[in-house]
């Protein structure tokens, strides 16, 4: 193997290193330190899974629609909105079990629009 070879090989193996070491990370609820935010956190999950439908009608996940039509009054597994997540609606059963957790912890802390 000559030089140039050799000086290849290692420039691909340490760039697939590098990048094997990235990964994207997810928000699980035990990372979560203190309050949850709703920009942050929840409305991402909602752009995600929900604003596809949602998003341009008068039903659209914003945080002043949550409010007033009261859907994200704790405690959490007695809210419209987790009742209508955990049901399966459209693309909710795509929704995964931690990012369940952060919206459930959002409303139990009282839902604030942080």
């Known amino acids: 193997m000559n030089i140039k070879s050799l000086i290849c090989l290692l420039v691909v193996t340490g760039l697939s290193l590098a990048l094997s070491s990235c990964e994207k990370k997810t928000i699980e609820p035990d990372d979560q330190q203190g309050e949850i935010s709703f ?7 909602f752009e995600q899974y929900c604003n596809s439908c949602h998003g341009g009608s008068d039903f659209a996940l914003s945080f ?3 409010q007033s039509m009261q859907l994200v009054t704790p405690p959490a597994d007695s809210s419209i909105l987790m009742l209508t997540i955990n049901s399966g609606h ?4 795509q929704v995964s079990s931690s990012e ?3 919206i459930a912890d959002w409303i139990d802390q009282g839902s604030k629009n942080n």
Do not use: A, H, R
Not at 39 to 45: F, K, L, N, R, T
């Open 39 to 45: 920009s942050g956190q929840v409305y991402p999950i």
């Open 64 to 66: 002043e629609n949550l």
């Open 90 to 93: 459209n693309t909710s059963d």
């Open 100 to 102: 369940k957790k952060i």
